[in-house]
């Protein structure tokens, strides 16, 4: 049973324009949360992390939304640039614990010229 | 970038044979974990470690297994090889539990035949 879920496998987005990429949990005992970009052949990289104390966290053009009533974060991208063109999984842990993340499948972002 | 060196990048090995896989991190991070990547699937943790031989079981870890007798190194064993673990490995490191991100090496792609 898939805890964390990401149910876009792909999305195009116009350069200049907004990206949303949409990320569900149903384990509620994740309170962290974060994105990692991942281009072909390189490991993840991390991207932006939210804790489960706040709604909203912001650096530069990465914001990260957390809805934890419906167990629902956003990674909003303004403007999208093409180096943004990558495979995007969200990730989740549990405060104390030392197994890891649980990722998502991933989104594969196409930003469009 | 996090110090993480995964070796070998790239083998290709037989059904039935055993296969090791390391990862050297020069970060002295308590914790490391091993991943595995398929298509349709994100990553999915295999074994991590929290401690110089202290290891504990991921979501897919039957026919893995890992020693951790340094904390710099961290090895993943397929004791005897199938089809079904030809996929991308990808060791990761993180200083705290539950509250930091964790840093990806380069991945390690396996192929059995």
Not at chain 1, 91 to 106: I, N, P, V
Not at chain 2, 32 to 54: A, E, F, N, T
């Amino acid at each position: 049973d898939q805890q964390v879920k990401q149910n876009s496998p792909s999305l195009s987005v116009q350069e200049g324009r907004i990206s949303i990429l949409n990320c569900d949990y149903t384990n509620s005992m994740f309170d962290y949360f974060l994105w990692y970009k991942k281009y072909p052949a390189e490991g993840p990289t991390f991207l932006i992390s939210i804790s489960s104390i706040k709604d909203k966290n912001e650096d530069g053009r990465f914001t990260v939304f957390l809805n934890k009533s419906a167990k629902h974060l956003s990674l909003h991208i303004v403007p999208s640039q093409p180096g943004d063109s990558a495979v995007y999984f969200c990730a989740a842990s549990r405060g104390g614990g030392a197994d890891g993340l649980t990722f998502g499948k991933g989104t594969h972002l196409i930003i469009q010229p | 970038d996090a110090g993480i060196t995964q070796s070998p990048r790239h083998k290709v090995t037989e059904t039935g044979t055993p296969v090791t896989l390391r990862c050297h991190q020069t970060e002295n991070h308590r914790y490391m974990y091993w991943y595995r990547q398929d298509p349709g699937h994100g990553l999915r943790l295999i074994h991590y470690s929290y401690g110089v031989k202290d290891t504990d079981k991921g979501e897919v870890s039957d026919g893995y297994s890992v020693s951790r007798s340094k904390t710099e190194d961290f090895l993943l064993t397929l004791e005897s090889a199938t089809s079904s673990q030809t996929s991308v490995y990808f060791c990761a490191i993180s200083e705290y539990v539950g509250a930091g991100e964790a840093f990806f090496g380069q991945g390690t792609r396996l192929t059995v035949v």
